[in-house]
């Protein structure tokens, strides 16, 4: 005799309140093989766009791929990258020493060909001119100029990535609210080279994730977080 399902039904549609959509949006690595229709990419990219960018200059772009051939490609990409995780930093990272997160990534490894969809957010690489940072510089002390200098290489980073990241995760929103799962990942920056010159993206641009989109295997659910008391730090850490 089956036991019938008491997961509880979660909002799905336009209309589905945000805040339940923000703490039923779990990561999803197991997708079916379905196609998504190309409406609901683009949907998903224009929820995108929405997100506040630096200065509103929208300098992001995105790969949609939905090619076959190209994804097996990718495929064998993504394969080296998880295997070369899993045999590091994997052996170490908290999360992965939970069984049904290494199975979920293994699974999503062994059928990334059959991925209906992969979303890339990319942005031209983020530098200032010499004289632009040597004003800049001036602005400080000699020591602070020089640890500015130091910072400098991640401030880049973190200039393309704030530009980035929110329309991810509008994006993330998007999909959770129509029913299609999805998943952040950065596991192909092990090997962006070989990834950007498959998917013909140009030396200046950077690769900030890729996000695999399909009709899930899983079901949404409440997320497990830490209560908000445990991470606030009032006023000084």
């Given amino acids: 005799m089956s036991v019938p399902d008491q997961t509880p039904a979660v909002p799905v549609g336009e209309d589905a309140p945000i805040l339940e959509v923000m703490s039923t949006l779990r990561a999803m690595r197991r997708l079916k093989p379905d196609p998504v229709p190309d409406e609901l990419l683009e949907r998903l990219v224009q929820a995108a766009s929405w997100a506040p960018n630096a200065g509103n200059e929208q300098a992001y772009q995105f790969v949609v791929v939905t090619d076959r051939d190209v994804m097996a490609r990718l495929a064998g990409l993504w394969a080296r990258s998880v295997d070369a995780y899993l045999g590091s930093l994997g052996r170490v990272t908290a999360a992965t020493q939970d069984a049904r997160v290494i199975k979920a990534g293994l699974y999503q ?12 957010p990319c942005h031209p690489k983020f530098q200032m001119d010499p004289r632009t940072t040597y004003r800049m510089l001036r602005s400080f002390t000699l020591g602070e100029a020089a640890r500015l200098i130091v910072r400098g290489p ?15 995760q509008n994006l993330l ?36 994730a890729v996000i695999p989109v399909g009709w899930p295997r899983g079901r949404f659910g409440p997320v497990t977080r830490k209560p908000a008391a445990e991470l606030i730090h009032r006023d000084r850490w």
């Fill in 109 to 120: 490894r062994d059928h990334f060909h059959e991925t209906p969809a992969v979303i890339v």
């Fill in 173 to 208: 929103l998007a999909a959770r609210a129509l029913g299609l799962g999805a998943v952040l990942t950065i596991w192909h920056l092990m090997l962006e080279h070989e990834w950007k010159r498959e998917l013909g993206i140009p030396k200046g641009i950077n690769t900030l």
């Fill in 154 to 168: 991640r401030m880049n980073v973190i200039a393309e990535a704030s530009s980035v990241y929110p329309g991810v």
